[in-house]
């Protein structure tokens, strides 16, 4: 496997992990990490907006 290419079963996550230490590519690794992290708020930004978790009942 050439970096750059994830394997047929990876995902995001573990081809992040691969990237920063089997090849030792920390800053792309970063870069991957932040974009995850920023898919994760904005799903749970949808999540909170759709089923409204956050609103008061009375």
Do not use: H, N
């Amino acid at each position: 496997m050439a970096f750059g290419e994830p394997g047929a079963t990876d995902t995001l996550i573990t081809y992040v992990f691969a990237v920063a230490f089997e090849y030792g590519r920390y800053g792309v690794a970063a870069a991957w990490s932040v974009f995850v992290f920023l898919m994760l708020v904005g799903f749970s930004w949808v999540y909170l907006q759709r089923t409204r978790a956050t609103e008061a009942t009375a």
